[in-house]
């Protein structure tokens, strides 16, 4: 089992020889990247030793006195079980060696989490209780960070004109205002299979894990993880946006994401990890238009009408103002995303994005036989003396 | 000139006040007193009349923003301060015992109102008190017949949040409105 983001575990190599050592130490990053390094006997958390050099009976002796708290994993061609340590036997199957290290990675991690367990109430309840909140998001990679200037603030700050430019490209693709004069034509390039990417692995994870209530972390290859809290309705993210969002357009297959359930508490997962919480619905919104990149989900027909259930928590989320724009007709009127394009003026891209990212909230209901009220009042004609002026204030809000 | 206003109201302590000292371009009026009922145990100072601010669209075009008091005895102004108004910014203390019943109380007073203008409804202290969450006010509005309104998670002290919250109001009212 793995954790988001804990600080790197150090294992000691004993007895391995000149070959077996650096062969073993490559194993080591390659499935856990900087998650265990090598260090030093005295300094480590957790043991692999080969009994079978000239040293290893001798070595085993020592780490049976001076280390018997520790993990032991012992290497070996015999067939043979001692007390409290874990034998594997050569020659070595790496998935073994995979999973009983995870093994040991996850005691050690409870043992931690029982040592912090004794501290104080009161420092505890201070370490879990801001977990009900958004959120900082850390580190230079979000685009879009989380401010924390004061005690309590859990809101997002408005980036820069380039950075938002790069937001717009991110989530709702490159401008086609060059192009904005060719009739909408849709083509396979306006589609994403969002069956296939991490938007509908978290998407299905999070709902497992809300129906079991119980968390789980989505392991990526590299070690790296995201853990689902559904009670909280948070997540602990190890992985910045700079480094999530490649992730959000690649094709992804179970292999290359696993998705573990947790046996621990989400208070101990949460105190013994050192990310911030985040809102579960900011992380597949954000997800969801990374992977959207201005496309639509496949299979989506433009031509039916849709509207909202509801109005997405635009100032928590990654948000431009062109979606309030596009909620704010959806949730007044069913319409299809052709006659939105036509009737708001507005790029495809920005449609398309806020329509997969609502597609993934479902948020968006279907209205294939609705036929618009003939006694409404076209909302043009109706608003037209005042649109001026909203306008006016509009730019002055967006300046602020 | 061209004026219009938008009404800001709330249960006591929601941050109309504040929220309307963000948006205002000049200082705003206001007319706290010390509390002397139950509001004492909330907060020192409360408004008894109204709020006032302002802000400059350009030269000639203002918008005024008013905050309505937070107690309901206060409520024979509402109608007064609701004439002319471009719409309706509700603001819900989440940390209250009964966000639910302020949400019904506030939706019901200005029901006229909000049925001819719009309606935006920003969630308060959700910092402070996670539950009831914002889909439980969606699930809350429906349940009363609502249609589907714009309802955010806000911070009144944050100009950001605040401004996206009014934007939500404007475009509600027309969301057609031009670049």
């Known amino acids: 089992m793995l954790f988001a983001n804990h600080e790197p575990m150090g294992i000691a190599l004993l007895g391995l020889n000149g070959k077996d050592q650096p062969m073993m130490e490559m194993f080591l990053k390659r499935h856990w990247s900087t998650q265990c390094i090598v260090v030093p006997d005295h300094l480590a958390k957790l043991c692999i030793l080969d009994l079978d050099g000239i040293e290893g009976n001798r070595l085993l002796q020592r780490q049976q006195s001076e280390y018997n708290q520790r993990p032991l994993i012992v ?10 340590v874990r034998v594997l036997r050569k020659p070595l199957r790496t998935e073994l060696l995979k999973e009983t290290i995870d093994v040991c990675r996850s005691e050690i991690l409870q043992d931690r989490i029982r040592i912090e367990k004794a501290q104080s109430e009161s420092e505890r309840i201070i370490r879990v209780l801001p977990s009900t909140g958004p959120v ?47 009739p909408l034509i849709t083509n396979k390039s306006y589609f994403y299979n969002h069956e296939s990417n991490l938007q509908l692995i978290l998407k299905s994870a999070i709902e497992t894990s809300r129906s079991n209530r119980k968390p789980a972390h989505l392991v990526f290859q ?39 359930s947790s046996d621990y508490s989400e208070s101990q997962l949460m105190m013994s990890c050192d990310d911030n919480p985040q809102p579960l619905d900011a992380l597949l919104w954000k997800v ?9 989900p496949i299979g989506t027909v433009e031509d039916v009408n849709i509207g909202i259930r509801k109005w997405p928590n635009l100032t928590r989320m990654l948000a431009i103002p062109e979606f309030i724009r596009i909620a704010a007709l959806w949730s007044k009127n069913p319409i299809s995303l052709t006659k939105t394009a036509e009737l708001l003026r507005i790029e495809t891209g920005y449609i398309y994005a806020f329509f997969s990212a609502c597609h993934a909230m479902d948020l968006i209901q279907f209205h294939s036989s609705y036929k618009q009220n003939s006694n409404q009042k076209d909302p043009i004609s109706k608003k037209l003396a005042k649109t001026g002026f909203l306008r006016r204030i509009l730019t002055r809000l967006q300046s602020m | 000139m061209s004026e219009h206003k938008i009404i800001f109201t709330g249960p006591v302590g929601a941050g109309k006040t504040t929220a309307i000292s963000v948006l205002s371009d000049i200082v705003p ?24 601010g302002l802000m400059r669209i350009n030269g000639s075009e203002r918008v005024h923003l008013y905050g309505t008091p937070g ?15 471009l719409g309706l910014v509700l603001l819900i203390d989440n940390s209250r015992k009964e966000p ?23 969630i308060t202290r959700m910092d402070e008190k996670s539950h009831p969450e914002i889909d439980d006010y969606h699930r ?29 109001l404007l475009y509600t009212i027309d969301p057609t409105i031009a670049e």
Request: aromatic letters at 8%.
């Open chain 1, 75 to 84: 290497l070996s061609v015999h067939d043979m079980s001692i007390v409290g």
């Open chain 1, 136 to 182: 900082k998001q850390r580190g230079i990679a979000s685009e879009w960070q989380f401010q924390s200037s004061g005690e309590n603030k859990r809101r997002l700050s408005v980036p820069s004109a380039a950075s938002q430019a790069r937001i717009i490209e991110s989530t709702c693709g490159k401008s086609n205002k060059k192009e904005e004069k060719q």
């Open chain 1, 222 to 260: 590299d070690g790296k993880s995201i853990t689902i809290l559904p009670n909280a309705n948070q997540c602990l993210n190890a992985i910045s946006d700079s480094k999530l969002k490649p992730r959000c357009l690649l094709k992804l297959s179970a292999e290359q994401v696993k998705v573990v």
């Open chain 1, 288 to 296: 969801s238009l990374w992977s959207s990149r201005g496309r639509l």
């Open chain 2, 29 to 52: 009026i206001t007319t706290d007193e010390l509390a002397s009922d139950m509001t004492k145990d909330l907060k020192q100072q409360t408004t008894v009349a109204m709020d006032y």
């Open chain 2, 71 to 85: 107690q309901e005895r206060f409520n024979f102004m509402w109608e007064v301060l609701t004439q002319g108004g």
């Open chain 2, 100 to 122: 639910f019943q302020d949400l019904y109380f506030f939706l019901d007073a200005f029901k006229s109102f909000i049925h001819t203008t719009a309606i935006s409804i920003g």
């Open chain 2, 140 to 168: 809350e509005i429906s349940a009363m017949g609502w249609p589907v309104l714009p309802i955010m998670e806000v911070d009144a002290r944050e100009k950001e949040d605040m401004s996206m919250l009014v934007q939500s």
